[in-house]
Nanobody
Framework: VQITETGGGLVEAGGSLKLSCTASGSPYSSGDSMGWFRQAPGKDREVVAAILYNGSQRFIGDSVKGRFTISKDIPKNTAYLQMNSPEPEGTGVYYC???????????????????WGQGTQVTVSP
């Protein structure tokens, strides 16, 4: 399984950026979980958002709640992370991950995901 993230770059605080995550082939079923994680320099990886592959349930982390949204385009096999009003503290590498066999639950522990993308850098300027 190959997961590819795109859309990273430099964004001003208060601006917006949209990340995309595509999994090659069709490795997941409707009840599987996909998640977005980020890792800032010198910090642990943290969950940003998660969604079921069919888009029916989603989770948003407390640090981005009200500003970020996660969505899923099923025909395109792509998950999105819409980042509105990002903050400089959100600078880091953003990773997309997939978890087959999720059984209809989303997961927000990074250790629970077996498929990871290479990450995309997001830099939020003050």
């Amino acid at each position: 399984v190959q997961i590819t993230e795109t859309g990273g770059g430099l964004v001003e605080a208060g601006g917006s950026l949209k990340l995309s995550c595509t999994a090659s082939g069709s490795p997941y079923s409707s009840g599987d979980s996909m998640g977005w994680f980020r890792q800032a320099p010198g910090k642990d990886r943290e969950v940003v958002a998660a969604i079921l592959y069919n888009g029916s349930q989603r989770f948003i982390g407390d640090s981005v709640k009200g500003r970020f949204t996660i969505s899923k385009d099923i025909p395109k096999n792509t998950a999105y992370l819409q980042m509105n009003s990002p903050e400089p503290e959100g600078t880091g590498v953003y990773y997309c991950a997939g978890r087959p066999g999720s059984g209809g639950y989303y997961y927000f522990g990074g250790y629970e995901y077996g498929h990871w993308g290479q990450g995309t850098q997001v830099t939020v300027s003050p």
